[in-house]
C-alpha cells in the first residue's frame, strides 16, 4: 500500500533527540511522515540529525533545548508553531544515567538527576499539555520511562527514582488529559546499544569490580532475548503510540526489553 504513513500529517517534538533513543525516533518519525522537531542540549548533534532527515526527503528543525529551562522548552514550542504550524505529539525522552551505590550517591547527583529526568518531563508535559488542551485537537505524549521505573536495582537507587516519578506523573497526566483526546504513555526499554547503554556497561565494570564482557553478561541476565535492544527497536514502540493504531491506549507503559521485566 504505497504512499499510506502511519505519522502522516502529524507534527513531533523529540527531546534529546542528538543521539541514542531520541535520533532513533526522530528518523522513525520522519520516515513515517511527521514533521520533526528536535530539540537537545547538544544543538550541533540534534543539527546532524535533522539534516540527515531532511536529505532523506523528510521535514525537520533542529533547536537548542534545555528540558530544565521552561523558557527554552516554550521557545521550542513557539518554533514548532512557526515552522509547521501545529504540534501533536511531545516524545519526552531526554534523560541522563548515575549509577553509584546508594549510600554513596552525592547529593548534587541526585539534584541533576531529579532536574532533567523528573522536572524536565514534568515542565515539557505542562508546556506542551496546556497547548495541546488549548489547541483542543487532541495529540499524544510519550515518555521515556525504563524498566529502572518499574523495579529498583543495586546502584540504580536515584536514577530508578526518577523513572519510578515518571510513571507515576504520566498515569497521572493521562487521567486528566484523555477526556481531551490527549493520550499519555510511557516506553520502558530495558538494555539499548546507546551512548548512556554504554555508559551503564562501564559503571557496571567499575562497580562490580569486573571485566567488560562480565558486566553486559550480568546486565542482560534477565533478559530473554541475549543482546541489548538497537534503537531503532525501541523507537518503533513509539511509532505505534504516536500513531492510530494505539487509539484506545493511554496510561500505558510498554516494555521493550527483551522480556526482562515481565509485569
Ligand atoms: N540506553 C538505555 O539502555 C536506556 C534504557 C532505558 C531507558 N533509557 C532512557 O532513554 C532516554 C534516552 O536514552 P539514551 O540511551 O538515548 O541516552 P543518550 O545519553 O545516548 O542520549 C540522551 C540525549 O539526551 C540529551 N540530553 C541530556 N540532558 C538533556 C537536557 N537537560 N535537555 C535536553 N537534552 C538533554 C543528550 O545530549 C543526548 O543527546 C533517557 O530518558 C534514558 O533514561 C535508556
Known sequence: MSGYYLLGGQVAVVTGAARGIGSAIARRFAEEGARVVLG???LAGAEAVATEIVERG???????????????IERALALCLTCFGQVDVLVANAGI???????????????RLIAVNLTGVFL????????????????RIIVTASTAG???????G????????????????????????ILVNGVCPG?????????????????????EAT???ELLAESKIPRPARPEEVADAFVYLASPLASYVTGATLHVDGGMVMR
Open 58 to 72: 523528510g521535514d525537520a528543525v533542529a533547536c537548542h533545548l534545555d528540558v530544565t529551562d521552561q523558557a527554552a
Open 150 to 156: 518499574k523495579r529498583g536495582s543495586r546502584f540504580h
Open 191 to 211: 538494555n539499548v546499544e546507546t551512548p548512556m547503554g554504554e555508559q551503564l556497561v562501564a559503571s557496571y565494570t567499575r562497580l562490580l569490580g569486573v571485566d
Open 40 to 42: 537537545d542540549v547538544d
Open 124 to 139: 515539557c508535559m505542562q508546556v506542551f499539555g496546556r497547548h495541546l488542551v488549548q489547541a483542543g485537537r487532541g495529540g
Open 158 to 181: 536515584a536514577y530508578c527514582a526518577t523513572k519510578f516519578g515518571v510513571i507515576g506523573l504520566l498515569q497521572s497526566l493521562a487521567a486528566e488529559l484523555t477526556p481531551h483526546g
Open 97 to 111: 544515567l548515575y549509577n553509584a551505590p546508594f549510600l554513596e550517591t552525592p547529593r548534587e547527583a541526585w539534584d
Open 215 to 217: 558486566a553486559r553478561r
